[in-house]
Each structure stands twice: as C-alpha cells, then as structure tokens.
C-alpha cells in the first residue's frame, strides 16, 4: 500500500502533467478548467478616435448654433477634436501625476486658443473679465448671440473637455459606445437653445454625423487582435452614403409636415403675459439714468397693448417685431424728427433701453442695439445694461389739440387689433352717448375726463385684473380705483369710443439738475397712449383731480395738480419694469429633471447588471453540472470559489488550485478542497469519484465563499458583488453554459 508521501508525489507529477499543455497553448478541449489568460490585444487608436470626432462634431454643429455666423461651429468643433488629441496624448503619459497636470494644462490651452482669433494680446491677458462678463450676460442673451472674446474661451474649454472626456471613455475605458454617447447631453441641451430657424438645419446635421460615428464604430472590434480592413470600411461607407443621403432628404420633408416635430399644444411665446412689478417701498432710492431733452418726458419702457380675460397684459414674444438698428440710424421712415434726448445709463438694469414715444431714429456707440417697431422699445442686442451707456434719440413731435383735431382717416389694419374689448356696461354706453361723435380727440377727451374729474386715486398701483365692470364702479359706482386702474380705464374707454389705444410705461419727470433729469425709481409712471393716423402713438399723461393723502417717509409720486381728499390715506405704488425673465434656465431644469433619473436608472443597472449576469451563469452551470456528473460538480463549485476571490481581486488564473493554496493564508477548509479538486479532476480518484466527493466540493466551496465575504468590508462586499473581473477573467471560461446552450441547440435540431 503506498504511503501518504508516495500518493502526494503522484498527484503531483499529475498536476504538473496537466500544467504542460498550458505551457505550450495546446489546451485539450475536453479539460473542464482553462488556466490560460489571454492577452489584451492593442486599441484601435486611430479608429476610436474618429467614432468620438464625429459624435463631438455633432455636439459642435448645436453649440455653435447658439452664435451668430458658421464659424462658432467651426471653432466648437476644432476645440473638440484638440480635446480628442489631449486624450491620446495623456494616454501615453506614465507618470499619474503629470498625466493630470497635463491633461488639466491642455484643457485650459485649448481655451485659450480659440480667444487667438477674436483678440488681441492684451484682452488674452484679460481673459477673466471677458468669461465673467459673458457669464452675468447669459441670462438675458437671446440666440443667436455675439460670439465674443468671452464666450469663445467657454466653448473652447467647454468642447475640449468633452472632446477628452468622449475619447477617454472610449480608449481608457475601453467603452467606444459609451465614449461615442458621451456629448449627446450637449447636443440636447444645444438643440433647445438654437434659434427656430436653424433647429432643423442644426438637428439633421448633427444625426448625421451621429450616424457616421454609429457606422464607423461597428468596424471596431475591442477584444479582437485583428480589425477589419479599412479598404473594406470605405467601401461599406461609399455604398451606405445613397442611404443616408435619402434618409436625411425624408427626414428634412417630414419635418415640414410637423409630423416629427408637432405643434406644441401649449407654447408661452404664443400667449400675452401678465406684467412683473415691484412697489416703490421694496426699490431703493437710486439714479437709474439722466436726461438731457427740451421735453419732460414720457421716458418710455413698453406697453400693455393685449386685453384678455379682463386683464392687460404685455403682447406675445412671437408678436414682437425685433431688428437691428440699421447704419443710418432710422427707424421709422414715416415719420419726421421733431423732439431729441440724450440718455445716459446709471444704475438700471436689464436689457429695455428709456426711450421717447414715437421713435424716429437712435444713434449709439459701442453695443448693438435692437429695435421693436410693435412695442416701440429700445432693446440691446446682447448682453445687460452697463454704466454710462450714452445715446441719442429723436421722436416725431407731438402734435396741437387743433391738429388732433382735423385728423381724418381710417384706422390702418396694423393698428385695429388694439380695438378690441368686451361690450361696454351700461354706464359706459350711457356716456358714449352723451360723448360728441366727431372728431375723434373730442370724443376721447371728452370720455376721458368725465372719468378723470370723478375718480379719487387710492391705493397702489400695482397691475391688476380690470374688468369693465370696475370701469362702471369708477364712473358711477364707489367712484374709486388705484392710479394703475385709473389709466386702464381711460385705455379701454378710449377703445369703446373708437380709438386704438393701449398703457404706456416708464418714467416721467425727473429731478433737474443742471441741464438733465435725474430719473429715480419715484418717477415711474403708466399712461395712457393712443393711435391717431399720420401721428401714431401718442402719450397722454392725465391725472385725477383728487387722492388720498400719503402718510409716511416712503417715495411716492407726487403731483401738485392732484389734491388730498378727506379718505384715509394709503401709499401710493407704480408700476416699475424688472429684467426680463428667461425660460432658458427652466427649460434646462425641466429637462434635467426628466433625463437625470433616467439616467440614474440607466447607470443602476449598467453597474448592478453584473450580479444578475453572475446569478445566471452560476445558475447556467450548475444546472449542467447536475447532468453531467460528480466530476462536472467539483469542478463548478471549484470554479465558482476562484471567481468569488477574483471579484475580491485575488486574480490568477494560471494557478491550479494547489499553486493557489500558497497565496492565501493556510486554510484547512481550503486545502481540502484543493486536494479534492485535483485528485478528482486530473490525479489517482478520477475513476473512483462518488457523489459525497461532489457534495463535499460544493459545501466547501460555499463555506469557503461565505467565510471569504465576512472577513471584508461591507462596501468591499458591494463592489465584489458587482465587480465585472470574473465576467471578464472567469476561472473556467465556457465551463457548462455554452456546453448547456450547444447541448439544448442539438436536441432542438435533432427535434
């Protein structure tokens, strides 16, 4: 009988006789477990750098669409491919600390690069304040903006960074698809902030080149050691261009139908909006700019012009009629100059320029300026208000009653929407009975007063919601309404009587000092204007013979024309415009909103997909473990222990299970169930092995399982369970699930 030493010996030699065929690569297919741990072949350099170029290029094609001209476009996408050339480079670094260094350096490079272009040395030097005024402006800027020195250094380290991030995912991480999905965000969020206009242009350009990297990606085969010729690529491309050539024509015609893109069933730029004021007492006491004019005013902001739903509001964004100021300075060619004011800007904020009612023309230096021949404001094309801006306008003078008086003429169609209103109440009617027919000015003089010399001004004037039933209540009723109420009233009574009219509002006055106003929030003003043809829109400043008396230090507007009444007194509030809302902010919000979980969602099951996958190969070969004998046993729950501690990162796929026993501690558990495995599966008991030797294997192996999980961290735990090493470096590849999956395939052929 031979000894302990003498069997020991024996297993030994057959170990060492099972370890050959792994020195010379030729594995018997008929061995249960594979040492072997193949080489990862080279990355495709060349290739996964143009999948990411073509993706990054799509993110460019959107992001320059936020800017004025093509060459936004083209330097967003220069500063993404720079963005692809620093990933390739870091690559080759070694050393962590100065790949970082490197890659953080050339980022900030590739910003700068792009300022080259647009600037001279000295504003490269003075970078910081160009990005710091862009940042404070892009809230009010409206696309297609100025793609100033500010702006173009964002997007160069905008698009440089996500040119690396894209080709760092595809070769670092070696994911080319999730590398090749990596600027699609930007090129939602892009797609969003492009004008109309260039929406379909931008979204078809950017799904072509989308498509191309899709193409060119599929010919790249990670894990491969051989690609595909590229002969072969260019051809497949040249026969797929007739393809998307038709593709990109239907899909261009369909979105001329609105069946990709249908109406929206709600858009705010169709609807009128309720206009945004702050009272007097919340506003501090300020200069927001000076006039210098040989008139008093109106200086005019805007105007609510659309009454609905018994409120004035301010008309529809889509109704605006915005352009550039042209060269010549004109913008009204129908009339002529009759008044001139300087303006010089202080402390107001926002985008609407002061200006004069019935604009002819404005001369300024410096920003573009805007003008909305609808609303009659005076826009800047981009960026806010700044300190000191300075220009000059003129405005068509302003006629003589006796003038007003011969007006003859229809109302032109431009000017008939803002007739409309609801049926007068009785008490209206009754007054535009009693009123002159003709001309016209008398018959609003005439209605306007009567509601001026009853009317007591009380309360604040914040807008608020004037039915025509209040109208009747100001007339003949409590013969009370707020000053904002008072100038809706003598609009809507002037559109009952025939004459387009609306609310103007600003500023009027101001206090004199040497020869300009100082206008202040106090001098805030609305009232009423209206249309009369060869003059247009003119301003009529009215006030009620008596108001409430004000009590207290606050600012208030003061008239000495209107005289106190008996009534308990209330402050008095105006109407003062604010910075325009942008929707930009919100539409990133509700996007973010939207994708951001499913993101979440998406990234949850990318890394927790691992333990489902690892759950259905063990399942996979236990199940043809069970129908193919003790042997299949042991080895599956041998190889179930070794990829456990490769999970945990005890990774060594070339050692046998007696080679493994002196890596760890010395373990008995271990050690038994090394013997059994490789006496059963290549030494003296491969012809004696009974089911209590399977039963063994398995229970050792989940003992040593469960005991190898204790001993770590919770958090280590976690990462072991979703850890892809196993899945990508398993112990005994193809052991039992593709055998399982061929032996089903035979028996449904055989079926």
């Known amino acids: 009988m031979a000894t302990t030493e003498e069997r020991q010996t024996e297993v030994l030699e057959s170990e060492e006789e099972a370890?050959?065929?792994?020195?010379?690569?030729?594995?018997?297919?008929?061995?249960?477990?594979?040492?072997?741990?193949?080489?990862?072949?080279?990355?495709?350099?060349?290739?996964?750098?143009?999948?990411?170029?073509?993706?990054?290029?799509?993110?460019?094609?959107?992001?320059?669409?936020?800017?004025?001209?093509?060459?936004?476009r083209m330097w967003a996408a220069i500063a993404g491919l720079l963005g692809i050339g620093l990933a390739i480079l870091a690559l080759k670094i070694k050393n962590a600390i100065v790949m970082n260094l490197a890659i953080l350096g050339g980022i900030i490079v590739i910003g700068i690069l792009m300022t080259i272009p647009g600037g001279t040395f000295s504003d490269i030097l003075d970078l910081n304040a160009f990005v710091k005024d862009s940042l404070r402006d892009k809230d009010v800027v409206r696309p297609p903006a100025q793609f100033t020195l500010g702006w173009r250094a964002i997007v160069g380290w905008?698009?440089?960074?996500?040119?690396?991030?894209?080709?760092?995912?595809?070769?670092?991480?070696?994911?080319?698809?999730?590398?090749?999905?990596?600027?699609?965000?930007?090129?939602a969020i892009g797609a969003i902030s492009v004008t109309d206009e260039a929406q379909i242009p931008s979204g078809l350009a950017a799904l072509v080149l989308f498509a191309i990297g899709l193409g060119v990606l599929s010919g790249v085969q990670?894990?491969?050691?051989e690609q595909r010729d590229i002969k072969y690529e260019l051809r497949r491309a040249i026969r797929a261009i007739p393809m998307v050539a038709i593709i990109t024509v239907a899909l261009f015609f369909l979105t001329r139908f609105n069946i990709l893109f249908p109406e929206p069933l709600f858009d705010p730029t169709q609807d009128a909006q309720k206009p945004k004021t702050v009272p007097l007492t919340k506003v501090p006491d300020r200069v927001l700019f000076t006039v210098e004019s040989s008139i008093t005013g109106p200086w005019r902001m805007g105007g609510l012009d659309v009454y609905e739903d018994d409120a004035w509001l301010l008309p529809p964004f889509k109704d605006n009629r915005i352009a550039e100021v042209p060269r010549s300075g004109i913008v009204d060619q129908e009339l002529q100059a009759g008044h001139r004011a300087t303006f010089r800007m202080k402390d107001l904020t926002g985008v609407v320029l002061p200006g004069l009612p019935n604009l002819v023309g404005l001369v300024a230096t410096g920003p573009v300026l805007?003008?909305?021949?609808?609303?009659?404001?005076?826009?800047?094309?981009?960026?806010?208000?700044?300190?000191?801006?300075?220009?000059?306008?003129?405005?068509a003078r302003i006629p003589s009653v006796d003038e007003l008086k011969n007006v003859v003429g229809s109302i032109p169609k431009d000017a008939q929407p803002f007739l409309k209103m609801p049926p007068p109440p009785p008490a209206v009617q009754d007054l535009l009975a009693r009123a002159p027919a003709t001309p016209p000015w008398d018959r609003l003089d005439f209605v306007r007063n009567e509601l001026l010399q009853n009317v007591v001004a009380t309360g604040a004037g914040t807008p608020v919601a004037v039915p025509p039933a209040k109208v009747s209540d100001m007339l003949v009723g409590s013969k009370t309404g707020t000053p904002y109420e008072i100038v809706a009233g003598q609009a809507m009574l002037a559109r009952w009587a025939g004459i387009p009219a609306r609310i103007g509002y600003g500023f009027d006055g101001g206090e004199k000092v040497g020869p300009v106003f100082e206008v202040r929030p106090k001098h805030g003003a609305s009232f009423l204007e209206v249309y009369f043809p060869g003059y247009k829109w003119l301003p009529i400043?009215?006030?009620?013979?008596?108001?409430?008396?004000?009590v207290g230090s606050d600012q208030t507007q003061r008239n000495e024309n209107v005289l106190p009444s008996?009534?308990?007194?209330?402050?008095?509030?105006?109407?003062?415009?604010?910075?325009p809302r942008t929707f930009l902010i919100d539409q990133i919000q509700r996007i973010v909103a939207i994708v951001l979980p499913i993101i979440l969602l998406l990234l949850l099951l990318y890394f927790t997909y691992p333990a489902l996958r690892k759950s259905i190969v063990r399942a996979r070969r236990r199940t043809w473990a069970q129908h193919n004998g003790d042997r299949a046993r042991i080895a599956v729950a041998y190889a179930d222990w070794r990829d456990l501690a490769t999970d945990f990162g005890y990774k060594h796929q070339s050692d046998t299970p007696l080679m493994f026993l002196d890596r760890v501690v010395s373990d008995q558990e271990h050690t038994e169930l090394a013997w059994l495995a490789t006496r059963t599966l290549w030494g003296d008991l491969q012809g004696e092995i009974k089911t209590e030797d399977a039963r063994a294997a398995e229970e050792l192996s989940r003992s040593l399982r469960k005991r190898?999980?204790?001993?770590?961290?919770?958090?280590?735990?976690?990462?072991?369970?979703?850890?892809?090493?196993?899945?990508?470096?398993?112990?005994?590849?193809?052991?039992?699930?593709?055998?399982?999956r061929k032996e089903r395939g035979d028996a449904k052929k055989a079926a």
């Not at 799509?58 to 936020?66: I, P, Q, T, W």
């Not at 369970?721 to 699930?737: C, D, H, M, Q, T």
């Open 19 to 72: 370890l050959d065929p792994l020195e010379t690569g030729e594995l018997p297919a008929e061995d249960l477990l594979s040492m072997e741990e193949p080489p990862e072949p080279p990355l495709p350099f060349g290739r996964l750098a143009i999948v990411v170029a073509f993706s990054v290029m799509a993110a460019a094609v959107m992001v320059g669409g936020v800017y004025k001209g093509a060459t936004p």
């Open 158 to 187: 905008l698009m440089g960074g996500l040119g690396f991030t894209a080709a760092w995912v595809a070769m670092q991480i070696r994911k080319p698809a999730l590398g090749l999905m990596v600027p699609m965000p930007i090129v």
């Open 222 to 225: 990670i894990g491969e050691a």
């Open 370 to 395: 805007a003008y909305d021949s609808r609303t009659g404001n005076i826009r800047l094309g981009e960026g806010t208000i700044v300190p000191e801006l300075e220009y000059t306008v003129t405005a």
């Open 541 to 550: 400043i009215g006030t009620p013979l008596q108001a409430q008396s004000s």
């Open 566 to 579: 008996d009534d308990i007194a209330v402050k008095v509030v105006v109407a003062y415009q604010t910075d």
């Open 708 to 740: 190898m999980s204790q001993a770590h961290t919770g958090t280590l735990r976690f990462v072991a369970a979703v850890s892809r090493l196993s899945l990508k470096f398993p112990y005994a590849p193809n052991l039992g699930e593709d055998k399982l």
